[in-house]
């Protein structure tokens, strides 16, 4: 048994046990079974609204496991780094926040079973909640989708080549992260890959063929002038192959004019 899967097996067993929780599910990597010796264990733990503000976030999470260092991140939520360096994240919540598990949740996770979920139901409206959520990832591969995939990834990259052309390097390599991820979107509609849609990075090396791999790899740099032109130029040159092919497939009209010009402007004198 993993580290990880004992620790949740006493997030249950501490769920269980306190009164004060209404309801608490599990999400991420161990919900998917996906959890592997690496992955973080994530949970959503729901309190009488009454008694959350008295909660002492870090005491209860140190009922799991010793804690080495606890804090809130930039996003609201608990974040625990145990003492055996196993992360965790804990959103302690009120019980009426429940009603936020609902259909858009699987825009950006997806949940393969209600068994795989749900650590404690008190009242019945989490199990509610849930079972409209759970099920296989969504179908990502729609005309509107990919239209405003091409959208996004064209409005990153002119956004990114002038900050590189105005000698902003350090925040042109920010904006290529963008970039990427944009057109690791695209990669993945063109491959069938949408598993892990809401990390596109994630898990890349199983989920994409060689050759778009390496392809990708040919659009990352270091913080170097020349590495940065030579990513964007191949991010570029393959999100226009990428962008014919996503707008013949389904139909809809690509901004041709705009993308010649930025093409132009790209190999001009004054270009990258």
């Known amino acids: 048994m993993l580290l990880q899967e004992r620790m949740i097996k006493k997030v249950r067993q501490v769920c269980n046990e306190d009164d004060r929780l209404v309801a608490a599910m599990m ?16 949970f959503d ?10 909660i002492d976030q870090e005491e209860w999470v140190a009922q799991v496991a010793s804690v080495n260092m606890y804090l809130v991140n ?3 939520v608990g974040t625990a780094i145990f003492e055996n360096l196993v992360r965790g994240e804990f959103h302690f919540d009120k019980a009426s926040d429940i009603e936020k598990i609902d259909e858009s949740w699987r825009e950006t996770d997806w949940l393969p079973s209600l068994e795989s979920a749900l650590i404690l139901d008190r009242t019945g409206q989490l199990t509610q909640r849930l079972e409209r ?11 509107e989708r990919a239209e405003a995939l091409c959208h996004r990834f064209i409005n990153w990259l002119l956004f990114g080549s002038n900050l590189l052309m105005r000698g902003e390097l350090a925040r042109a390599l920010e904006i290529l992260g963008f970039v990427q991820r944009h057109l690791l979107w695209m990669v993945r509609l063109s491959e069938g890959a949408i598993v892990h849609w809401a990390t596109p990075s994630k898990k890349l090396e199983e989920d994409i063929p060689e050759g778009p791999y390496t392809r990708y790899s040919s659009c990352t740099a270091t913080l170097d002038e020349a590495a940065l032109r030579s990513a964007y130029l191949s991010a570029w040159t ?4 990428l962008m014919e092919a996503l707008s013949e497939k389904h139909g809809f009209r690509p901004p041709v004019t705009l993308v010649d010009r930025i093409g132009r402007g790209l190999a001009g004198p004054g270009g990258i």
Do not use: M, N
């Open 27 to 42: 999400y991420g990597s161990f919900a998917q079974g996906e959890g592997d010796r690496f992955s973080d264990i994530e």
């Open 45 to 54: 733990l729901f309190f009488e609204d009454d008694l959350l503000p008295h």
């Open 74 to 76: 930039e996003f609201g």
């Open 133 to 143: 959520v759970v099920g296989p990832p969504l179908h990502r591969d729609t005309p």
């Open 238 to 241: 393959w999100g226009k192959e």
